[in-house]
T-cell receptor, first 115, second 116 residues
Framework: ELKVEQNPLFLSMQEGKNYTIYCNYS?????LYWYRQDPGKSLESLFV???NGAVKQEGRLMASLDTKARLSTLHITAAVHDLSATYFC???????????????WGLGTSLAVNP | ETGVTQTPRHLVMGMTNKKSLKCEQH?????MYWYKQSAKKPLELMFV???????ENNSVPSRFSPECPNSSHLFLHLHTLQPEDSALYLC???????????????FGSGTQLSVL
C-alpha cells in the first residue's frame, strides 16, 4: 500500500525558533507537493519539488527533496505566529501497473507557533 | 470572484435528504476534482473530471453523484447519506490533469457537511 507519513503530526513551537517537518513516502516518485491549510480555509500550494536534490524557499519556509531516501523536509526558520497552520505533503507515484494515478497525501502536521 | 468558490460553506442534512454541493472555478482550468477530508485520515480523492469527462471514480458509493456541466462548474449530488459521510468536502481545479503534468491544485474552502 502506498503511504505518505508526516512527522510530527502536532508541533507547538515558540516564535523565533527553528524546526523541521519530515515527509516520508513509500513509493518511487520525483514529484512532491507541500500545501498549507489555515483553519476553515482552503489548501494553498506552497512548493512543488520536481527532482532529486530540489530545494525551494519562500520566506521562512524551505523545502527539499531526496528521492533516493524518499524523504522531503519542510524547514521553518525563526517561526512567527502567522505560520500557524496545518502543513500537508503529497506525492505523485511514478506510474506503473500497480499504482493509481493520483496524489497520495500525508495526514498533515498541525503547527502552533506561540509568542 | 476569483479562484475556486464552493457553496454552501456548511450543510446539515438528514439521512433521507437530497442536497447538492456546488463548485465554481474562475481560473480557466480544464480539470476539476472532489476530495473528502475527514479527521485523522489522508485526503481522499473522490472524482476527477477533465474537459467535462469523468476520468477517475475511486470506488465512491453511489449515494454520491458528481456532475460537471462545463469546465467551470462541478456539482456533488448527495442522497441517503450516512453519518460517517460527515466531513469537509473540497473542490479543486488544475490547468491540466494533475498526474500527467507538473500542475498544482487550487482548492476551494470546502463545504463542512454534517449528516444526522
Amino acid at each position: 500500500e502506498l503511504k505518505v507519513e508526516q512527522n510530527p503530526l502536532f508541533l507547538s513551537m515558540q516564535e523565533g525558533k527553528n524546526y523541521t517537518i519530515y515527509c516520508n513516502y513509500s513509493t518511487t516518485s520525483d514529484r512532491l507537493y507541500w500545501y498549507r491549510q489555515d483553519p476553515g480555509k482552503s489548501l494553498e500550494s506552497l512548493f512543488v519539488l520536481l527532482s532529486n536534490g530540489a530545494v525551494k524557499q519562500e520566506g521562512r519556509l524551505m523545502a527539499s527533496l531526496d528521492t533516493k531516501a524518499r524523504l522531503s523536509t519542510l524547514h521553518i526558520t525563526a517561526a512567527v505566529h502567522d505560520l500557524s497552520a496545518t502543513y500537508f505533503c503529497a506525492v505523485v507515484p511514478q506510474y506503473n501497473a500497480g499504482n493509481n494515478r493520483k496524489l497520495i497525501w500525508g495526514l498533515g502536521t498541525s503547527l502552533a507557533v506561540n509568542p | 470572484e476569483t479562484g475556486v468558490t464552493q457553496t454552501p460553506r456548511h450543510l446539515v442534512m438528514g439521512m433521507t435528504n437530497k442536497k447538492s454541493l456546488k463548485c465554481e472555478q474562475h481560473l480557466g482550468h480544464n480539470a476539476m476534482y472532489w476530495y473528502k477530508q475527514s479527521a485523522k485520515k489522508p485526503l481522499e480523492l473522490m472524482f476527477v473530471y477533465s474537459l467535462e469527462e469523468r476520468v477517475e471514480n475511486n470506488s465512491v458509493p453511489s449515494r454520491f453523484s458528481p456532475e460537471c456541466p462545463n469546465s467551470s462548474h462541478l456539482f456533488l449530488h448527495l442522497h441517503t447519506l450516512q453519518p460517517e459521510d460527515s466531513a469537509l468536502y473540497l473542490c479543486a481545479s488544475s490547468q491540466a490533469i494533475l498526474w500527467a503534468t507538473n500542475e498544482k491544485l487550487f482548492f476551494g474552502s470546502g463545504t463542512q457537511l454534517s449528516v444526522l
